[in-house]
Nanobody
Framework: QVQLAESGGGLVQAGGSVRLSCAASGRTFSSYAMAWFRQAPGKEREFVAR????????YYADSVKGRFTISRDNAKNTVYLQMNSLKPEDTAVYYCAGRSGAGPYDYWGQGTQVTVSS
């Protein structure tokens, strides 16, 4: 099993950059594919980005492609989300998630708030 805790959120001006971190506790972190999701007030949770266990493969939602970069450091048990060229519509609670197989993401962090001002 793995426990996840996000950090790095806060208030940022439009056009700015923020890097979110997701620290994992547990001895099997490297066996989990990881992802970032986000949820804005009144909206459903949406997929943002995912990365494979060994960082060989990554995938992004169209809304963030070219602006966000997901990465991981298995030696540090940490996954990152580098967010550049931020827009007000990026404002949301960002969640880190993990899964050991092809099923649903079954491990989730508590979320971190990112607010992008105009």
């Amino acid at each position: 099993q793995v426990q996840l805790a996000e950090s790095g959120g806060g208030l940022v001006q439009a056009g700015g950059s923020v890097r979110l971190s997701c620290a994992a506790s547990g001895r099997t972190f490297s066996s989990y594919a990881m992802a970032w999701f986000r949820q804005a007030p009144g909206k459903e949770r949406e997929f943002v980005a995912r990365i494979s266990r060994s960082s060989v493969s990554s995938y992004y939602a169209d809304s963030v492609k070219g602006r966000f970069t997901i990465s991981r450091d298995n030696a540090k048990n940490t996954v990152y989300l580098q967010m550049n060229s931020l827009k007000p519509e990026d404002t949301a609670v960002y969640y880190c998630a993990g899964r050991s197989g092809a099923g649903p993401y079954d491990y989730w962090g508590q979320g971190t708030q990112v607010t992008v001002s105009s």
